[in-house]
């Protein structure tokens, strides 16, 4: 028997369970006054700039998507200049915004686009689910908005506003709540105005209905919330089980030789893929390294390996670390800056070929790089000086 008195109970969703049919109307006609509609992909019907949109905006603030997005419209006018473009290009404009995956899945799906469908992104929201880089919320977003597609989406601030305004308990990523909640959002979708809807769906999420502080005053539901009704505007939607968040530890090799720097191209798959990255060396034991005579020598062995035909290493010198924190993990870098007695031929790369290049500070400056490999670049100012020149410590 269900206690009416306990908030934590499921009959605490019953008074947002009567706004459903009215939830859409509400929805939409609040979307209009205050809803957000001049985003730079907004207004359009062309389904390329709305899929760019959505791709860049997953796990992505649109304040910082905004820069990227006009970037990537002036290089990429279309699917078929997107398709037809080198990695290296692709990679290289999307530095910075992370979750590289995107990137890499974002060129795969142009091509498919442009090799299997004409060059016309599909209408129906399961054949685009079906592309690279694109699930089911995003195929809904980009029917709905492109062609009026009857279609749910379910975002993390879509899964926030459906937990808050209808009392759903538990973590929204297990398959149980997840499925609970498609079913809702599907149940609560309108006959017509499907792009009003949907952006209102994605405005009141991000804009009111936050993670931190949301904004009950302003919100079209405030007086059907249960949330809200209930004083858990910061408990729900329920957090995910927090578990340690382990730590890694690499030192990467700044190998200069005369005025370039060897890069090498991290593989497809794992953290940074397709990038290009500094050399790296993990650890033996996964921690904290500390700077004693093996680790010199095992450094020292593998910078010469690295810059192989070019002579000895002439100096291995520490630099100031820095941390990057992944979703799951906190990375630790360590850089040393080493100096080799030979200058590099341009041609001269390691066995492994074209997984490595050594780039001067213009290409540096125009490669893909991960945030904070640029960060280490920037501050040994391996930055275009005009002349092509590097400026590196001694």
């Given at each position: 028997m269900n206690d009416s008195s306990n908030p934590s109970s499921p009959s605490s969703a019953t008074p947002a369970n009567s706004l459903a049919g009215t939830f859409a109307e509400r929805l939409i006609a609040w979307q209009a006054e205050h809803g957000r509609h001049d985003l730079p992909w907004q207004n359009t019907r062309d389904a390329y700039r709305i899929w760019l949109s959505e791709i860049m905006l997953q796990q992505t603030q649109v304040a910082t998507v905004i820069p990227y997005y006009g970037r990537f419209l002036e290089r990429f006018p279309d699917v078929a200049a997107l398709a037809s473009a080198p990695q290296d290009d692709v990679m290289a404009l999307w530095s910075g915004l992370g979750y590289y995956s995107r990137a890499r899945n974002l060129h795969r799906c142009a091509q498919v686009v442009v090799a299997e469908h004409g060059g016309r992104f599909p209408s129906d929201p399961e054949?685009?689910?079906?592309?690279?880089?694109?699930?089911?919320?995003?195929?809904?977003?980009?029917?709905?908005?492109?062609?009026?597609?009857?279609?749910?989406?379910?975002?993390?601030?879509?899964?926030?506003?459906?937990?808050?305004?209808?009392?759903?308990?538990?973590?929204?990523?297990?398959?149980?709540?997840?499925?609970e909640m498609w079913a809702l959002a599907e149940s609560l979708l309108p006959e017509s105005d499907l792009p009003a809807y949907t952006q209102g769906m994605m405005d009141l999420g991000a804009t009111l209905c936050g993670r931190g502080k949301p904004r009950c005053g302003e919100c079209p539901f405030d007086?059907?919330?249960?949330?809200?009704?209930?004083?858990?505007e910061r408990i729900l939607p329920t957090a995910k089980p927090k578990k340690a968040q382990p730590e890694r530890y690499v030192d990467v090799l700044v190998i200069c030789s005369g005025e370039r720097v060897l890069f090498e191209r991290r593989p497809d798959s794992g953290i940074w893929g397709g990038l290009w990255s500094l050399p790296e060396l993990t650890p033996p034991t996964g921690e904290r390294a500390v700077d004693?005579?093996?680790?010199?020598?095992?450094?020292?062995?593998?910078?010469?390996?690295?810059?192989?035909?070019?002579?000895?290493?002439?100096?291995?010198?520490?630099?100031?670390?820095?941390?990057?924190?992944?979703?799951?993990?906190?990375?630790?870098?360590?850089?040393?800056?080493?100096?080799?007695?030979?200058?590099?031929?341009?041609?001269?790369?390691?066995?492994?070929?074209?997984?490595?290049?050594?780039?001067?500070?213009?290409?540096?400056?125009?490669?893909?790089?991960?945030?904070?490999?640029?960060?280490?670049?920037?501050?040994?100012?391996i930055v275009s000086q005009g002349d092509g020149q590097l400026s590196l410590p001694a």
């Open positions: 054949t685009l689910a079906t592309l690279p880089g694109i699930g089911r919320s995003t195929a809904a977003a980009i029917a709905a908005f492109a062609y009026d597609a009857h279609a749910a989406i379910l975002d993390g601030n879509v899964k926030r506003v459906l937990a808050r305004v209808f009392g759903i308990e538990g973590f929204p990523g297990t398959p149980k709540i997840e499925r007086s059907d919330c249960v949330a809200h009704s209930t004083g858990r004693d005579a093996s680790l010199r020598e095992r450094l020292t062995a593998h910078a010469a390996a690295l810059g192989a035909t070019q002579g000895a290493v002439r100096s291995l010198v520490p630099l100031h670390g820095l941390t990057h924190v992944f979703t799951h993990f906190r990375l630790h870098l360590r850089p040393w800056l080493v100096t080799l007695s030979t200058p590099a031929a341009t041609s001269a790369v390691p066995s492994t070929g074209s997984s490595y290049a050594w780039l001067d500070a213009a290409g540096v400056a125009a490669a893909g790089l991960p945030s904070p490999i640029r960060k280490i670049a920037d501050a040994l100012s």
